[in-house]
């Protein structure tokens, strides 16, 4: 069976990857902080057959981020999709928010994709098959005042559009998730059977995002008021990828390195 690693698995959004993804035939490994939540979410999970494995960690702490992207570079057992979902919000205004709130926001929201996704890729091109999945958000695009949240998540944006692009060929698929407010926790008691479009169920938004995954689509906004107001914004976006295509450069390409040993992950 294929292996798919879910971070911030415990619940919501990555809760609810696991369940669609352990209906879908995937092994999972499921990683987050919470390893009450983590065992709730596995059981659920290995009631439809699979097999789950349970990786407790703290991606803002850089030992046990390594501990994952050990588990994601292992040739033996290779992991088919990554869905980087794990994220953290300090939810102050820059200009009166602590540094280390602020440097945790990097380290879950852009150091650990970047991290996470460099280790998934050299095995999935090897096997010329394999997905990666970048949660961001859309207030990567219309972002709150004085958000550094909103700024990582502009970044997940910008990663997998140019990462994406350096993919043609391989067999391997990247796409950005871009859902805007999802109905879950104390959001759902907030509008617990609300019909506003502004709120998001998740698992919609996960069955959207598999969907557009196999459309082979780079960018996947669920929701009719989200996904026209991202349609605008991408336009732009759209057109360079077309001209890119047509004109066989793909926006040119990086020099390549020169093949060696990959470098032992280490955690200290």
């Known amino acids: ?3 798919a690693l879910v971070t911030g698995a415990s619940r919501g959004l990555g809760a609810a990857f696991a369940q669609r993804l352990a209906r879908d035939g995937f092994d999972l490994v499921l990683v987050a902080r919470d390893n009450v939540g ?12 699979i097999k789950v494995e349970v990786l407790a960690a703290d991606l803002a702490d850089a030992a046990e981020r ?8 292992d040739r033996a057992r290779p992991v088919d999709l990554l869905v980087n979902n794990a994220s953290y919000e300090c939810g102050v205004d820059f200009r009166m928010a602590d540094p280390e709130p602020l440097q ?3 380290d879950v929201n852009v150091t650990a994709v970047m991290i996470l996704t460099h280790a998934a890729l050299p095995g999935m091109i090897e096997r010329g098959r394999g997905s990666v999945i970048n949660v961001a958000s859309f207030a990567g695009y219309l972002s709150a005042s004085g958000s550094a949240h909103s ?3 502009a970044w997940m944006i910008a990663f997998t559009d140019t990462v994406e692009a350096s993919l043609a060929g391989t067999g391997v698929r990247m796409i950005a998730l871009v859902p805007g407010r999802l109905r879950t926790g104390k959001h759902r008691e907030l509008e617990p059977t609300g019909t506003s479009i502004m709120w998001l169920e998740p698992d919609a938004v996960v069955d959207a995002c598999i969907a557009d995954l196999a459309r082979g689509r780079t960018v996947c906004t669920p929701g009719l008021l989200y996904n026209a107001v991202v349609r605008t914004l991408e336009t732009p976006r ?3 990828r077309t001209l890119a295509r047509l004109t066989g450069h793909r ?10 040993p990959r470098p032992e992950i280490t955690s200290s």
């Open 1 to 3: 069976m294929p292996t």
């Open 151 to 153: 700024a990582t998540k």
């Open 251 to 260: 926006r040119g390409q990086m020099r390549q390195p020169v093949p060696g």
């Open 238 to 240: 759209r057109t360079l």
């Open 66 to 73: 390594a501990a994952v992207e050990r588990r994601i570079a």
């Open 104 to 106: 945790t926001e990097i």
């Open 38 to 49: 983590l065992q709730r979410v596995a059981g659920e999970a290995a009631r439809l057959g």
